[in-house]
């Protein structure tokens, strides 16, 4: 039997139930689980192990890579400028980032760029992977290319790419990098152990990843699929751990706690307010979670819905029966979500990955016996 640390309300025990049975069933190695309510955190569980040699605790400091959970807190950054009145949904990219109207690309739309929809889901032709961490280097390919289908007609997921995109205007327009404002706005002000970029200060508490058994399934392997996900130079490559994890990627590398996760995702569930501040108007939690496209993903082999860089729950429903329930999943199982019906966010982090592309069903079980606790 694993040992389970933490608190739950007693409402929950169903959760922390499920939790246990998780690991009793072998199929985690480190994990945690938090659910914040109506702003107060009323479940934070966590057990196993950080390393694969299992002589390391997973605890309450232990932080995880996130990979595209991360896109959440992107979609958040970019929302905050909306909010600031410093960019629109409406406007062009290329009104902030010139160079991007290469290509037929002058009239793609922020939104636009934020629902996957303007066709840069990875790099058809051949590079080097070490390239990803050329920042500039990269920005200029994206900025040069032509779309690989018609922008607006429909969604194809940008694993990698998106943090680019949405990184490049983020900085044309607020001045700094996603990584620094989510340090100087949000995680050192509340108190969230949530990096996009991890010093090496913190590289001993990080847990190690057990890579999965099998490789997901596409489904299909078309031009847009190959240039995401299936070349030897769709995602970064070529130099060592510590690179990556130092690297500002806002679509991939993010690391932190669950519990970290878990506030943010309930600020946005519960009208912006994040200890008792306003993180973000109400009107644009509802307009950054508001459906921009919904339909076959050219790339994902789900029917996908998709808000200003939120995955929507509506049309897979990976967290819980809300309808307006939004947020991110990540590669190997992660996932944070927030509910606005019912004031509720909740974040699931762990170390041993599956090969589920959304939808992980340790975290399923968590969230559905969250929501049989209600």
């Known amino acids: 039997m694993v040992e389970i640390a933490g608190h739950a309300q007693r409402r929950f025990a169903a959760v ?20 914040v309510l109506a702003g107060e955190i009323v479940l934070d569980l966590w057990a196993g192990h950080a390393d694969r040699a299992r002589t390391r605790p997973f605890d309450e400091r232990t932080l995880t890579p996130v990979f595209s959970t991360t896109k959440a807190i992107a979609a958040l950054l970019i929302a905050r400028l909306v909010d600031q009145g410093k960019l629109t949904y409406e406007q062009t990219v290329a009104s902030v980032w010139p160079d991007f109207a290469a290509a037929g690309k002058a009239s ?22 070490s390239l990803w961490f050329d920042w500039d280097a990269i920005c200029a390919k994206l900025a ?19 943090g680019y995109l949405a990184g490049e205007i983020f900085r044309r327009v607020e001045g700094r990098t996603m990584g620094a404002a989510l340090r100087q706005d949000l995680a050192t002000p509340f108190g969230l152990d949530l990096w996009i970029g991890l010093p090496d200060s913190e590289f001993g508490r990080v847990a190690d990843l057990q890579r999965p058994n099998a490789l997901p399934d596409f489904g299909h392997h078309n031009e847009a699929t190959r240039a995401a996900f299936l070349t030897p130079w769709s995602s970064p490559a070529g130099r060592g751990q510590a690179d990556w994890r130092r690297m500002e990627i806002p679509s ?73 329930t939004f947020g991110h999943s990540g590669w190997g199982g992660s996932c944070a979500f927030a509910d606005p019906e019912r004031t509720l966010g909740g974040a699931y982090v762990m170390n041993k990955q599956s090969a589920d592309l959304l939808g992980d069903r340790r975290a399923k079980r968590l969230i559905e016996a969250a929501y049989a606790s209600l």
Request: glycine share 12%.
């Open 16 to 35: 922390q139930d499920a939790f246990a049975a998780n690991f009793d069933a072998g199929e985690e190695l480190g994990a945690r689980f938090t659910l």
């Open 108 to 129: 793609i739309t922020i939104e636009q760029l934020m629902s996957h929809q303007e066709g840069l889901s990875g790099f058809p032709d051949p590079m080097e992977p």
């Open 144 to 162: 040069a290319m032509a779309p690989l289908w018609p922008p607006g007609t429909a969604s194809g997921y940008h694993p990698i790419t998106f």
């Open 252 to 324: 991939a590398n993010g690391h932190c706690t669950a519990e970290a996760l878990a506030r943010l995702m309930g600020a946005l569930a519960n009208d912006g307010w994040l200890d008792g501040e306003d993180i973000l108007s109400p009107a644009l939690v509802a307009e950054a979670a508001r459906e921009r496209i919904r339909g076959q993903d050219l790339v994902l082999p789900f029917e996908m819905s998709w808000g200003a860089g939120f995955m929507r729950n509506q049309a897979t429903h990976p967290w819980g029966p809300g309808n307006q």
